[in-house]
């Protein structure tokens, strides 16, 4: 199975804005868009409208069409188990 991964806004805008800056390091940017047009990234629709700012940010999410998803009840619960594993008693 293919790995895939899933972004939220505070990846895409620390990344852009002081992690990978896109003056500094272009190709990580190139790789990210190659990753999203395979299908190995995607984010929620949520992200592209949570992000504001900055506008070169957005501009470049406004390309990269194929990365942003509904998400479905299924995809919801998914996530919810990755998040909160359930709980054991040591105990027992």
Not at 21 to 38: G, H, N, Q, Y
Not at 44 to 54: A, K
Request: hydrophobic share 40%.
């Amino acid at each position: 199975m293919a790995r895939l991964f899933c972004f939220d806004t505070s990846t895409l805008v620390h990344g852009w804005v002081e992690a990978y800056a896109p003056t500094s390091v272009p190709t990580f940017w190139e790789r990210l868009a190659s990753e999203i047009d395979s299908g190995s990234i995607i984010a929620p629709e949520e992200v592209r409208q949570e992000v504001t700012h900055p506008d070169a940010l957005k501009a470049w999410l406004r390309n990269q069409r194929t990365m942003f998803r509904e998400l479905s009840e299924e995809m919801q619960q998914d996530l919810r188990s990755a998040i909160d594993p359930p709980v054991y008693d040591a105990a027992r």
